[in-house]
Nanobody
Framework: VQLVESGGGLVQPGESLRLSCVAS????????IGWYRQPPGQQRELVAT???????VYADSVKGRFTISRDNAENTVYLQMNSPKPDDTAVYYC????????WGQGTQVTVSS
């Protein structure tokens, strides 16, 4: 079982970015999947989740700016980041809603002018 995150990079405030999470070795369609992030020197936090049926929940800090979605045919979950702010700078990870799988390497997102 492996989760691979990609799509991070250095962006300016307000510049959109889309992260991808591809699962191998299991079918993520069966699970509620979450995007998490760990800012420098801080604890990992849950950013957004999406259920099998497509119901979504967001942290207040990203509500209205980020959108989580999934492509079950591609076994992929996305995080569309619109209007990012410097406070969104973090390593972003995906996992089940309970964090039950081995964590991947994550993808670094840096928001800076």
């Amino acid at each position: 079982v492996q989760l691979v995150e990609s799509g991070g990079g250095l962006v300016q405030p307000g510049e959109s970015l889309r992260l991808s999470c591809v699962a191998s070795g299991f079918t993520n369609n069966d699970y509620t999947i979450g995007w998490y992030r760990q800012p420098p020197g801080q604890q990992r936090e849950l950013v957004a989740t999406i259920t099998r049926g497509g119901n979504t929940v967001y942290a207040d800090s990203v509500k209205g700016r980020f959108t989580i979605s999934r492509d079950n045919a591609e076994n992929t979950v996305y995080l569309q980041m619109n209007s990012p702010k410097p406070d969104d700078t973090a390593v972003y990870y995906c996992n089940t809603a309970g964090g039950s799988l081995k964590w991947g390497q994550g993808t670094q997102v840096t928001v800076s002018s």
